[in-house]
């Protein structure tokens, strides 16, 4: 049977919670243990369904101080029920102990808080494409810029409106996030950015696009489809800068055209006119020569491109690796998360320990020194 992700993300915050509920004495845990666990159950679930996982995490935030105070309040008062007035300054005061206890508390509370949020936060998978990039041709020495140009591109509109049209994320991601409404692109745009992770491949010519999602598959789904749109744009920008020439020649060539029309129709008015010189005729026919013979290797130019566009060329992005869904997913990182606790854990501890100790010590010399005078 299948779990649902969100009944297990708040049962292990409920059952943090109700290992956490120990601080407190026992007597005081029998009473109000179950009232207090049914509180955080409710406010659990509120916070769960008003934001997820951002909002459990506010709850814990504003729970755990709390939580900490009240239980040192509930421990010493059980403390003067138990001993004398005598008894509990002598076990209150001393200086180890006082150590001792700061620093289990709030050791522990450390370390419980950053498995709960650890445990809490959810889940993310990602899956990288990998492609090598090429400049456009003529390219004219090394271009330093070339490789973040073409990351602006792979964030631009250009290329993720295609992403969005062809995922369909702007219905997708408003079903599952915003309760079906349907997001503007401009919105999905921004979400999928903030999702997105750029970045060259040392020692070569390859870029790596790693895409990040709750989904595994949408993570490569995402990931392969940022890859196709950049290489589909790089390639039809190709085309239309070579139908541009084209069409430029083309202008070109019709304007020639109709300058040699124009050069042999005055030419031939030039050479009935009496008193022309041979010398001047036969020079305006090499120019007519030189022109017609440009305009042929302008035709030519023409037909050259004409042909090349029929034939497939050399992509300047060639996919080297698609993206695969993740196994396991990579965020949060669960080990490094609660050893980065138990480290400050351990710091915290030892500092409000030992300055506890600190206060401790100088109340008992204090109360030695009434005793001595006394």
Same mark, same amino acid.
């Given at each position: 049977?299948?779990?649902?992700p969100?009944?297990?993300v708040l049962?292990?915050s409920q059952?943090?919670?109700? %290992?956490?509920?120990?601080?407190?004495?026992?007597?005081h845990?029998?009473?109000?243990?179950?009232?207090?666990?049914?509180?955080?159950?409710?406010?659990?679930?509120?916070? %769960?369904?008003?934001?997820?996982?951002?909002?459990?995490?506010?709850? %814990?935030?504003?729970?755990?101080?709390?939580?900490?105070?009240?239980?040192?309040?509930?421990r010493? #008062?059980?403390?003067t029920?138990?001993k004398?007035?005598?008894?509990?300054?002598?076990?209150?005061?001393?200086?180890?102990?006082?150590?001792?206890?700061?620093?289990?508390v709030?050791?522990?509370?450390?370390?419980?808080m950053?498995? #709960?949020?650890?445990?809490?936060l959810?889940?993310?998978?990602?899956?990288?494409?990998?492609?090598?990039?090429?400049?456009?041709?003529?390219t004219?020495?090394?271009?330093?810029?070339?490789i973040?140009?073409?990351?602006?591109?792979?964030?631009?509109?250009?290329v993720?409106?295609?992403v969005?049209?062809k995922?369909?994320?702007?219905?997708e %991601?408003?079903k599952?996030?915003?309760?079906?409404?349907?997001?503007?692109?401009v /919105?999905t745009?921004?979400?999928?950015?903030?999702r997105?992770?750029?970045?060259?491949?040392?020692?070569s010519?390859?870029?790596?696009?790693t895409?990040?999602?709750?989904?595994?598959?949408e993570? #490569?789904?995402?990931?392969?489809a940022?890859?196709?749109a950049?290489?589909?744009?790089?390639?039809?920008?190709r085309?239309a800068?070579?139908?541009?020439?084209?069409d430029?020649?083309?202008?070109?060539?019709?304007? &020639?055209e109709?300058?040699?029309?124009?050069?042999?129709? /005055?030419?031939?008015?030039?050479?009935? &006119?009496?008193?022309?010189?041979?010398?001047?005729v036969?020079g305006?026919?090499?120019e007519?020569?030189?022109?017609?013979?440009?305009?042929k290797?302008?035709?030519?130019?023409?037909?050259?491109?004409?042909?090349?566009?029929k034939?497939?060329?050399?992509?300047l992005?060639q996919i080297t690796?698609?993206?695969?869904?993740?196994?396991?997913?990579?965020?949060?990182?669960?080990?490094l998360?609660?050893?980065?606790?138990?480290v400050?854990?351990?710091i915290?501890a030892?500092?409000?320990?030992g300055?506890?100790a600190?206060?401790?010590?100088?109340?008992?010399?204090?109360?030695?020194?009434k005793?001595?005078?006394?």
């Amino acid at each position: 049977m299948t779990i649902n992700p969100d009944n297990r993300v708040l049962a292990v915050s409920q059952k943090v919670y109700g %290992w956490l509920l120990r601080a407190y004495p026992p007597r005081h845990r029998a009473e109000y243990g179950p009232a207090m666990a049914q509180l955080f159950r409710d406010q659990g679930r509120d916070a %769960w369904a008003e934001s997820r996982g951002r909002g459990l995490v506010k709850l %814990w935030l504003r729970v755990l101080p709390d939580l900490v105070k009240t239980s040192i309040i509930e421990r010493l #008062a059980a403390l003067t029920a138990r001993k004398s007035m005598t008894d509990k300054i002598a076990s209150l005061v001393q200086p180890r102990t006082v150590f001792l206890r700061t620093f289990v508390v709030v050791f522990l509370i450390t370390v419980l808080m950053s498995v #709960a949020i650890t445990y809490i936060l959810p889940e993310s998978y990602a899956s990288t494409t990998r492609m090598k990039v090429e400049n456009d041709p003529p390219t004219t020495g090394y271009d330093p810029y070339f490789i973040q140009t073409q990351f602006e591109i792979m964030q631009s509109e250009l290329v993720l409106d295609r992403v969005i049209d062809k995922l369909n994320l702007n219905v997708e %991601w408003g079903k599952r996030y915003f309760a079906g409404k349907t997001l503007k692109s401009v /919105e999905t745009r921004e979400i999928l950015r903030g999702r997105l992770g750029l970045a060259p491949v040392r020692n070569s010519q390859l870029v790596a696009i790693t895409a990040y999602s709750d989904d595994s598959h949408e993570a #490569a789904s995402i990931a392969n489809a940022i890859g196709q749109a950049y290489q589909d744009y790089r390639e039809d920008a190709r085309s239309a800068a070579e139908a541009k020439g084209l069409d430029v020649l083309q202008q070109e060539y019709k304007e &020639e055209e109709e300058q040699i029309r124009q050069f042999q129709t /005055e030419l031939a008015a030039r050479t009935q &006119e009496s008193g022309v010189s041979a010398q001047f005729v036969a020079g305006k026919q090499q120019e007519l020569a030189q022109l017609s013979e440009s305009h042929k290797q302008l035709y030519a130019k023409i037909h050259a491109g004409q042909m090349a566009a029929k034939f497939p060329k050399r992509g300047l992005v060639q996919i080297t690796d698609t993206a695969e869904p993740g196994r396991a997913p990579v965020r949060p990182n669960k080990t490094l998360n609660i050893v980065v606790g138990v480290v400050v854990g351990t710091i915290l501890a030892a500092v409000a320990g030992g300055l506890s100790a600190f206060i401790a010590l100088h109340f008992v010399k204090r109360k030695n020194l009434k005793v001595t005078a006394g």
